[in-house]
């Protein structure tokens, strides 16, 4: 079993949906989380940090389950840009860092 | 925005040369990460260090090696290059705090003919 899973989709959804995603983390010690967006053939990109209180930034909202050990990602209205492999990450120990293997969003006019 | 270079961006060469895959940050990062991915799959972490003088071999068994002899150089080497090392690479660095996330390179298309 994977440290950090994702459903690795596609998620296919037209312009203006709302998408959750949720990843799922096996090491109860995990302490930090993160969502990375990553396009084809292009690097990570931080998108933010995840919080047990629950972060949002515009259109997205992280969210943090410690008790069930999983992390969610909302897109709200979502555009063609958001169109990309959104990746799960988890940190622990402050030095082992796990990737999930993403999951693929297509967002359809 | 973060502050990490790799270079070159595209590389194609032939089997059995020596090949040096550069990464440098200039945020003082200490830790630093080496990762190759193959198009539309997961990222593996095949080197990493916490420090100068400081190298790790990552999940992922790899035939590169590399070094740290500055902080905010961590080159990737492949002494005898390989159809089967064609891949994308990408360097990413942290913080030494423990929370902090990781910021990535553009990335080395590596091509072996």
């Known amino acids: 079993r994977k440290e950090v899973e994702q459903d690795p989709g596609p998620f296919n959804v037209p312009e203006g949906a709302t998408v959750a995603f949720n990843c799922t983390y096996s090491?109860?010690?995990?302490?930090?989380f993160f969502w990375y967006r990553q396009d084809c053939r292009k690097e990570p990109k931080l998108l933010m940090s995840v919080y047990s209180s629950g972060n949002e930034d515009g259109r997205f909202t992280a969210q943090l389950n410690r008790a069930s050990q999983y992390i969610s990602l909302l897109i709200r209205d979502s555009k063609l840009s958001d169109s990309a492999t959104y990746l799960c990450v988890a940190l622990t120990g402050g030095f082992k860092t796990i990737f999930g293997a993403g999951t693929r969003l297509f967002v359809k006019a | 925005e973060a502050d990490i270079y790799q270079t070159p961006r595209y590389l194609v060469i032939g089997t059995g040369k020596k090949i040096t895959l550069e990464c440098s940050q200039t945020m003082g990062h200490d830790k630093m990460y080496w990762y190759q991915q193959d198009p539309g799959m997961e990222l593996h972490l095949i080197h990493y260090s916490y420090g100068v003088n400081s190298t790790e071999k990552g999940d992922l068994s790899s035939e590169s090696t590399v070094s740290r002899i500055r902080t905010e150089h961590f080159p990737l080497t492949l002494e005898s290059a390989r159809p089967s090392h064609t891949s994308q690479y990408l360097c990413?660095?942290?913080?030494?705090?423990?929370?902090?996330?990781?910021?990535f390179g553009d990335g080395t298309r590596l091509s072996i003919l």
């Open positions: 990413a660095s942290s913080e030494s705090r423990g929370d902090q996330p990781q910021h």
């Open positions: 090491n109860s010690a995990s302490q930090s």
